[in-house]
C-alpha cells in the first residue's frame, strides 16, 4: 500500500509541474545564405570585472526558417525549440522591423 501511494505521489508532483519556459530572443538578420536556416545576432551588455564599465557583446544563433521570408537586416524574435540540426536550436518566431534593402 506504502508503494502505491509513492508511485501516486510521484506521478501527481511531475503532471502538476510546470513546463519549462522557452528561451526567447530579439536580434538582427547577418545572414541568409542557407536554404530555411537564418543567422540571428543578438547584441547585450554585460559589466567589466574590474572596470565596472558597459562592454556590447553579441552571440549568433542558427534559427529555422521554414518559409525563407526573413532578409538580411530584419529584427526578428526567435523562440528555443528542440535541435533541429547540429547548430539549429531556434526557430522564427515573428519579424519585428523589416531591414532596410541596399
Known sequence: MA???EQIKETASAATEPKKVRTVKVGKVVSTKMDKTIVVEVEYLKKHKLYK???RRHTKFKA???ENTAKLGDVVRIEECRPISK???FTLVEIIE???AL
Open 3 to 5: 508503494e502505491n501511494l
Open 53 to 55: 564599465k558597459a562592454i
Open 64 to 66: 529555422h526558417d521554414e
Open 87 to 89: 547548430e539549429k536550436r
Open 98 to 100: 523589416r531591414g532596410v
